[in-house]
Antibody, heavy 117, light 111 residues
Framework: EVQLVESGGGLVQPGGSLRLSCAAS????????MSWVRQAPGKGLEWVAN????????YYVDSVRGRFTISRDNAKDSLFLQMNSLRAEDTAVYYC??????????WGKGTTVTVSS | QSVLTQPPSVSGAPGQRVTISCTGS?????????VHWYQQLPGTAPKLLIF???NRPSGVPDRFSGSKSGTSASLAITGLQAEDEADYYC???????????FGGGTKLTVL
């Protein structure tokens, strides 16, 4: 069964850091681009970042560029999102998703990040 | 303000047909990039509904269909059922932003 499981969310103070992980199974992780997408409470979906299958290319939405870093470990079928200098507006459910030809075909269930003092 | 524009809400009675529009610009849909659609049932993660404008993944009923023309795309749902009540999002690639963009989402209410 194809599966993505996110972890690492939690409550963090403004200015703090958090590292999200996404464990993949059931497919050849190293062959896929991967993305992070977030959804603020009561709001729509926002694409955050993506990474090429070999990690050689990474792209970010303007609002997180310079603060967030996407990475992957193909040996461990894992995707990561290092989030620094967190702000209240980063509060959201964060989903990881496998990407094929620009569409997101498999999604995890998400992990919740709350930035608050 | 989302890069792709969707109506906030649509509604229809069981059995009826509804459409959801998605309007972009010359740097995304109008540039020839494909449009994809996702369904998000209440309290769950999004699920791919339509890919590459008009293709359905395995398991998606043929009541759902997509089309694209110019700088816009549409999702049509025929034979509305109660379980179709959900939020629907369009998504494409934007060359000026070098990343994916989503519509603001449309809440479908089955009356």
């Amino acid at each position: 069964e194809v599966q993505l499981v996110e972890s690492g969310g939690g409550l963090v103070q403004p200015g703090g850091s958090l590292r999200l992980s996404c464990a993949a199974s059931g497919f050849t992780f190293s062959a896929y681009w991967m993305s992070w997408v977030r959804q603020a409470p009561g709001k729509g979906l926002e694409w955050v970042a993506n990474i090429k299958h070999d990690g050689s290319e990474k792209y970010y939405v303007d609002s997180v560029r310079g603060r967030f870093t996407i990475s992957r470990d193909n040996a461990k079928d894992s995707l990561f999102l290092q989030m620094n200098s967190l702000r209240a507006e980063d509060t959201a459910v964060y989903y990881c998703a496998s990407e094929y030809s620009y569409y997101l075909d498999v999604w995890g269930k998400g992990t919740t990040v709350t930035v608050s003092s | 303000q989302s890069v792709l524009t969707q109506p906030p809400s649509v509604s229809g009675a069981p059995g009826q047909r509804v459409t959801i529009s998605c309007t972009g610009s010359s740097s995304n849909i109008g540039a020839g990039y494909d449009v994809h659609w996702y369904q998000q049932l209440p309290g769950t993660a999004p699920k791919l509904l339509i890919f590459r404008n008009s293709n359905r993944p395995s398991g998606v009923p043929d009541r759902f269909s997509g089309s694209k023309s110019g700088t816009s795309a549409s999702l049509a749902i025929t034979g509305l059922q109660a379980e179709d009540e959900a939020d629907y999002y369009c998504q494409s690639y934007d060359s000026s932003l070098s990343g994916s963009v989503f519509g603001g989402g449309t809440k479908l209410t089955v009356l």
